[in-house]
């Protein structure tokens, strides 16, 4: 009490302002010492650009009704803000407060204090905030490497052996022909894991591959001057291409050179066991040609002939190489356009027996327009633009491996104001649907609970969540390249700020990045190397509520029901094609952020 009096007879001699400023920095330091840290306090756990919006959500019925943005030491006060009113979430039980602070733009490093709950993870305002995800993204890829070792200098304490050569693969009795019988052996080294097991798969491979590339043709110039510490960093071709080759050239062995078809997946009979790459020696096999797996490595060659082509010298024949396959796996699929890869007839009839992921497709229609697009973009051949108006939706719909005809419609667009007359009704059409899209997206953004684009409904949230988070930033991405609204580019940074943090879990699902990470990904590698912390900047699934891999979940809600346990491959398992799109989405904030001066409206 006498320490109260002095204070406030010590204040009470300034001017009015003063006393209620000083009143305030007193009232946060004496409330300092009894709040901790608490991840009941939602932030993107990196941080927030100066002259963006900046949200933090508090979770959990609360009375207080004021938060203040306090520096570290939890005594310097920059910013005090009124609490939204109580929100109920449509996607659990969760109640939630708004903070927002998007008027603060000084920089550098600070909490979310609010009296009553806690203080926030520490998170910065600064330039390039999302630098270190957007970076640990792609540098991920470079940890999926089949066939090569990981050295110390650029995988640090995840330095690994080679892990399969895939120099000796058997043809499987499903993709016997008379110039290769079951049993002749292959080489089909490189590429990447494809998720947190050892096996690579061509059609999850399509989907990654046309979704990076896609970045890169989006935001070149960003691209060609980012370094990632990878072997390849310091020759002239830019990083992520570097890291794309690599799994291409893997994709090109995959094609029967006999009859341009290509098989659907380099696995073994069963998946491996917990353990490191290197300790697995169980045989490889190539299966079942598909029509699935053909035409993404036709669109996929067709999209990577026209973006190497400028990197003759230094890549000799590879852009050429690819469009010749392109062409070769689109004739192929022309001539068996209904082998559908279906693994349970393969597993009744041969052996061994395929267990592994089936990535069975039955609908090509995606495929056929994907393909189309990306040849005829390339080529100028009207007879792929034709075929591609046959096989194209009248909607637009979220890109998945299984639904892939959205990258046909990215590709249009991004090549509009160079495409023949014939060509602009459907782009068009294209663009308005797509701008359509995202303005749905953004009108629902107050009724959400964390005002995220993500999570406006139940069905956001299923196997691989987080990959559909960040397919809906790139949708709003394309409509800003469209508008060049920039509404659009503050809505897509909601779903990045999701993913690293403001989200019913408080996890940030890219490891290694964030102040409470996830730890203990589905993912082979991170469990059986003995490093304590998970390979970073690989992107978990996210919540998902069926839950198909009955381990143990504390919450069964539709944005909640996640476990950081390796158990949990429905809701922790990593895969490139979640990945993929996170690349993207990361870095096109992070390159846009100086081109865009952000706005909340």
Known sequence: MQTYKKVFVRISSFPPSWCKLLAIILFITNIAKAQNVTDRIKVNQLGYYSNAPKIAVVTGSTDAQTFYITSTNLRDTLFTGRLSEEKQSANSSTKTKIADFSSLQKKGIFVVLIPGVGHSYVFDIANNVNQIAAVAGLKGYYYQRVSMPLEEKYAGKWHRSAGHPDTAVYIHPSAASTQRPAGTKISTPGGWYDAGDYNKYVVNSGITMGTMFSAYEDFSKYFDTLKTNIPESNDAVPDILNELIYNLRWMLTMQDPNDGGVYNKCTNAAFDGMVMPGIT???????????????????????????????QKQLPGLADSCLTASIKAWQWAEKNAAMEYDQDAITKKYEPKITTGAYGDKTFSDEWAWAAAELFVTTKNKTYYDFFTKQKKDNLSLPSWGNVEMLADYTLLRFKDKLPAFAQKDVQSIKQQLTQMADKYISNVP???????MGQTPKDFHWGSNSDAANQGIVLINAYFLTKHKKYIDNALTNLDYLLGRNATGYSFLSGVGSKSIMHPHHRQSVADGVTDPVPGLLSGGPNPAKQDKCQ????????????????????????NWNAPFVYLANAIEALQQEVKYSSK
Do not use: H, W
């Open 281 to 311: 020696t169980a045989p490889r096999y190539v299966v079942q040609k598909g029509v699935a797996a053909t035409l993404d490595l036709a669109a996929v060659a067709a999209q990577a002939s026209r973006i190497l082509g400028k990197y």
């Open 447 to 453: 009724a959400n609970a964390f005002q995220t684009v």
């Open 553 to 576: 979940y504390e919450f069964s809600e539709p944005e909640t029901t996640f476990a950081d346990l390796d158990c949990s491959y429905a809701s922790n398992e990593i895969a490139i």
